[in-house]
């Protein structure tokens, strides 16, 4: 089955199947048609709809806009029929229904591996592999799995983080899949939360730390924000960059600019985006879409 949109026929089977034929959904996933890593222009365009497995639900001033599972399936599905958006982030049961709607076929897909640390959490960054793990990105026929890693300096949690994101980037490299490693410079807050830090001079850094883990590099690529410097993201390293999204909210153009940029840069491959091509302020979905597969793939269609 292969659907454009979420009609109510196609929902109630979906809720009937989750409850009577839940075999369905797995079988769907394992059995769709895979396609190469990277095309002919070596550029790829990710969608990521791996938040809601960290409890974020909200995308610019809509608090609660990815909790609707159908409007956000909807979304998701209307994106990956775009033929030149290449895949898909998620976890398990995005990643389930979207094949069992037929959106995976020829696309690729990876999936999010530790959600543990929730967005709320006082332990947020000591960050559990909660989701996928490397058997199952392999038997399932992922095409690789992402991991997040959260760097601060105080917090014991980070060290535990390490280990378990080295020890799955292993087992993943052992199954000849790629890890996705997204590195991003935190500090902790007056009230004891984890928050993004932006300072440049620190992502620099940890970049470094980033591309320096594991006993073999060959199938690490860095998840990196295009609002970091292009000394940044030119220089720190040779490993393929994906782009992250982020949620721009009402600063969309911005970020639009900050993509273009970025993706000048010779070995960044491509743009993992989530809330700007799901929910992007004053635009549509598709036409949103349509606007990133031009910066990523030079090409309008």
């Given at each position: 089955?292969?659907?454009?949109a979420i009609t ?98 020829e696309k690729l ?122 000394v940044t993201l ?68």
């Open positions: 089955m292969t659907v454009s109510d026929e196609t929902w109630t089977r979906l809720l009937r199947e989750r409850a009577e034929c839940p075999n369905n959904f797995v079988e769907a996933l394992s059995g769709r048609r895979r396609r190469a890593l990277m095309g002919a222009d070596r550029r790829l365009l990710i969608v990521a709809a791996d938040h809601t497995a960290r409890a974020i639900v909200a995308a610019g001033d809509q608090p609660f806009a990815l909790a609707n599972r159908r409007d956000l399936l909807d979304r998701l599905v209307r994106i990956l029929g775009h033929p030149q958006v290449d895949g898909l982030l998620a976890s398990a049961d995005l990643v389930e229904e979207l094949a069992w709607l037929g959106a995976l076929e897909v990876f999936g999010t591996m530790n959600r543990g640390g929730y967005l709320g959490a006082k332990w947020g960054l000591d960050d559990r592999m909660t989701a996928y793990d490397a058997e199952h990105v392999a038997r399932l026929g992922l095409d690789g799995g992402k991991v997040l890693l959260r760097i601060e300096h105080t917090d014991r949690g980070v060290a535990t983080t390490l280990a378990d994101v080295v020890a799955q980037m292993r087992l993943l490299e052992e199954r000849g899949l790629v890890c996705i490693v997204e590195p991003l410079p935190y500090v902790v807050d007056s009230a004891g939360l984890p928050t993004l830090d932006r300072s440049t001079d620190r992502l620099d850094k940890i970049v470094s730390i980033a591309a320096g883990l594991g006993a073999n590099s060959m199938l690490t690529w860095l998840k990196l924000p295009a609002w970091t410097s292009a030119g220089s720190a390293t040779t490993m393929p960059i994906l782009l992250l999204g982020g949620d721009p909210g009402e600063n969309l153009d911005e970020t639009l600019r900050e993509w273009e940029h970025a993706l000048q840069v010779p070995n960044v491959i491509g743009l993992v985006a989530g809330r700007p091509l799901l929910f992007p302020h004053g635009r549509s979905v598709g036409d949103m879409t349509e606007r990133a597969v031009r910066l990523v793939h030079g090409v309008r269609t």
